[in-house]
């Protein structure tokens, strides 16, 4: 029977993988010294095991220290293969070097992480530049879809949706989206300036007046994106819209600048807990973790 870790916030995600791949839940210690350093001790017996380490990385410098001790403790113990189930998978926005003298952070954390696990596991990656994973993680590395989950609970609480993308990148999220829901879309364009300041260029979105736009997005963090598109379409004579994204990041003052924006609704996944979470990806992600570890046996 295979192992299932979860890291601190992460214990209760790691009971419901467990229950789901007929796993067992390895129990462990893991805290910060008084200095700052951390602390890892496994307290089961891993030897000749394969143990999935659960911890989704958002706010991800805080995390990343803890997940590689983790791993390279229980390999150090025994362990066969040791996986990483993290459902936000950070470190994928700087896949260029945008301007002289920047790190491409994607490729060097993806060479640790794969240096340190035998695979990995991730809901809806950032990826932009990269096709897959694969051209930047040496290990196998599965994304994991939530267009199904999401065009669920579209269905069933949206009256008459026509699902928009602020941009191009959103393409590929908002058709899925559309495509598993049988519903309309639109992609609108976005010219980013700053981390906080983009402006949206939205067309005449008349025929859509009966309908309520969803917003559709992998990440909201500061919300800028959803926040200037959601104006555009209320000042269009739009209803309220719907944000809906995978992962719900949400910087400070994300959702009040949201509501302030005339926005009815946030919903986002459970790879992020958190206020908006709504909507559940996990049994998607329990089936890419049994296959991985079938492929492994």
């Known amino acids: 029977m295979s192992l299932v870790l979860g890291l601190p916030g992460f214990e209760d995600a790691a009971s419901r993988l467990a229950d789901a791949i007929d796993g067992e839940v390895a129990s462990s210690t893991i805290r910060r010294f008084p200095d700052g350093e951390t602390y890892v001790r496994i307290d089961e017996d891993v030897a000749g095991r394969d143990v999935s380490v659960v911890c989704s990385l958002n706010d991800p410098d805080a995390k990343l220290t803890r997940v590689f001790l983790a791993a390279e403790t229980l390999m150090d113990l025994g362990a066969e293969r040791v996986g990483l189930v993290a459902p936000y998978l950070a470190y994928l926005r700087q896949d260029i070097r945008f301007e002289a003298g920047e790190g491409i952070s994607s490729r060097y954390i993806a060479e640790w992480l794969s240096s340190a696990f035998d695979w990995l596991v991730c809901v809806e990656p950032h990826l932009h530049r990269y096709d897959s994973l694969d051209e930047v993680y040496s290990i196998p590395a599965t994304r994991v879809s939530a267009a199904e989950p999401m065009a669920n609970w579209v269905r069933r609480e949206v009256e008459r949706p026509v699902l928009v993308g602020p941009d191009s990148e959103s393409e590929q999220w908002v058709s899925e989206v559309a495509s598993r829901a049988d519903l309309p879309h ?18 005449d979105l008349n025929r859509w007046s009966a309908h309520t736009p969803v917003l559709v997005d992998d990440i909201i963090s500061t919300g800028g994106t959803m926040a200037e598109t959601a104006g555009g379409l209320v000042e269009q004579g739009l209803p309220a819209p719907v944000c809906l994204a995978v992962h719900g990041l949400l910087a400070e003052g994300a959702l009040e600048g949201l509501r302030e924006a005339g926005v009815q609704d946030v919903a986002t996944t459970n790879t992020v807990e958190g206020e908006t979470t709504d909507i559940d990806v996990w049994p998607e992600i329990a089936e890419a973790v049994v296959r991985h570890l079938t492929t492994a046996s």
């Open 186 to 203: 639109v992609i609108l364009e976005k010219q980013r300036r700053g981390d906080r300041d983009v402006a949206i260029s939205i067309p």
